[in-house]
């Protein structure tokens, strides 16, 4: 597709249970991102997927928190036994090889966690 | 000291003024510099990037970055009410490069 997907638009979700949200970046972008975005706040950084190296994992907040990055396409988040403080609009962003750090944003994932 | 600061604002202009958005950081060594706009219930998106000190301008926008001062700012020249957003100030830092935002300054043009 042309821009950022991601996937489910919206996820609303029992305390304690498991979700995966999915992120298919732009086509030939070898840099993915995933950031949190609470209501009213700005974005913080969970992880960060250049190319072949390993994962930059250091915003992950617990070890709920998980991503992989298939094939240097599409990658996962994966969130088990969700918090309440987890609710939160789950951003997913890519970039080329080159200019990394102008960033192409998904319309997100939001996760209300019950 | 958080890597990248703003003020939150909100900051209200009257339509036909300059707004100037300003921002620091904290890692000397960045090299790239970037401010988004958000709409409220959008996703960001990239309005400037600058990565040499002084001025940059893009039709009514204009990024300024001093390094030494570890300092960027945005202006928006004739504010228009379609300019109220929040404005995201992003740095990519050394080693690993991954972009980090401030929290945001809120914009309010008012007709």
């Known amino acids: 597709g042309a821009g950022v997907s991601q996937s489910p638009s919206n996820k609303v979700t029992e305390k304690g249970k498991d979700v995966e949200l999915r992120c298919d970046p732009i086509s030939g972008h070898t840099a993915l991102y995933w950031y949190r975005q609470s209501l009213g706040q700005g974005l913080e950084f969970l992880i960060y997927?250049?190319?072949?190296?390993?994962?930059?994992k250091s915003g992950l907040p617990s070890d709920r928190f998980s991503a992989e990055r298939t094939g240097g396409s599409v990658s996962t988040l994966t969130i088990q036994r969700t918090q309440q403080e987890d609710s939160a609009v789950y951003l997913c962003?890519?970039?080329?090889?080159?200019?990394?750090?102008?960033?192409?944003f998904g319309e997100g994932s939001r996760l209300t966690v019950l | 000291q958080k890597e990248v600061e703003q003020n939150s604002g909100p900051l209200s202009v009257p339509e036909g003024a300059i707004a100037s958005l300003n921002c620091t950081y904290s890692?000397?060594?960045?090299?790239?510099f970037f401010w988004y706009r958000q709409y409220s219930g959008k996703s960001p998106e990239l309005i400037m990037s600058?990565?040499?000190?002084g001025d940059k301008e893009d039709g009514r926008f204009t990024a300024q970055l001093n390094k030494a001062s570890q300092y960027v700012s945005l202006l928006i020249r004739d504010s228009q009410p379609s300019d109220s957003a929040t404005y995201l100030c992003a740095v990519e830092g050394t080693g690993g490069f991954k972009t980090i935002f401030g929290a945001g300054t809120r914009l309010f043009v008012k007709a």
């Open positions: 997927f250049q190319g072949n190296s390993a994962p930059d």
């Open positions: 600058i990565y040499s000190n």
């Open positions: 962003a890519s970039s080329g090889t080159f200019n990394t750090g102008e960033l192409f």
């Open positions: 890692d000397r060594g960045s090299q790239s």
